[in-house]
T-cell receptor, first 110, second 116 residues
């Protein structure tokens, strides 16, 4: 049973526009959510996180929104840059290890 | 800067061989993890460890074992490699987060294993 779902395997965006990556979860015990970015042949790197006591967290061009009632979070990248092209993983935790989604490949074209 | 180092970036092994994947972290993290990444399947947890000599099964432990004899080192062992274990293997470490859940993970660069 997939507890963290990223339903879009890929997303294409033009440089300068907004990228919105979505993530849904099913486990009500999750209270901390993270986004990781992964380039090919490299390990994932932490991007941004949000606690369930917040509904928004911002870090430069990256903003994560959390809607607890809908069990949904999204990552907004504004403006998108070609260097943002990577696989983005959503992850969640509540009491133990991180559970990852399957990832969304973002392609930002010039 | 946190550094998680995986001993081999690329390995090619034959079916039935014993395979060791080594991981070392230099930040005195209590928690260490082994994941595998496969296209369309995301990151799946194989084993993790909260302390020296301790190990816990993750979501897909079958066919794998681990060893944590020192705090900084966590090894993944494939006792008898099979072709379905061809994958990217990722080691990670973290401090414990508050409330007992896992804090932010720091990943190594990955080990691409091909089993022929």
């Amino acid at each position: 049973d997939q507890q963290v779902k990223q339903n879009s395997p890929s997303l294409s965006v033009q440089e300068g526009r907004i990228s919105i990556l979505n993530c849904d979860y099913t486990n009500s015990m999750f209270d901390y959510f993270l986004w990781y970015k992964k380039y090919p042949a490299e390990g994932p790197t932490f991007l941004i996180s949000i606690s369930s006591i917040k509904d928004k967290n911002e870090d430069g061009r990256f903003t994560v929104f959390l809607n607890k009632s809908a069990k949904h979070l999204s990552l907004h990248i504004v403006p998108s840059q070609p260097g943002d092209s990577a696989v983005y993983f959503c992850a969640a935790t509540g009491y133990s290890t991180l559970t990852f989604g399957k990832g969304t490949m973002l392609l930002v074209s010039p | 800067d946190v550094k998680v180092t995986q001993s081999s970036r690329y390995l090619v092994k034959r079916t039935g061989e014993k395979v060791f994947l080594e991981c070392v972290q230099d930040m005195d993290h209590e928690n260490m993890f082994w994941y595998r990444q496969d296209p369309g399947l995301g990151l799946r947890l194989i084993y993790f460890s909260y302390d020296v000599k301790m190990k816990e099964k993750g979501d897909i432990p079958e066919g794998y074992s681990v060893s944590r004899e020192k705090k900084e080192r966590f090894s993944l062992i494939l006792e008898s490699a099979s072709t379905n274990q061809t994958s990217m293997y990722l080691c990670a470490s973290s401090f414990p987060a508050t409330g007992g859940s896992t804090g932010e993970l720091f990943f190594g660069e990955g080990s691409r294993l091909t089993v022929l």
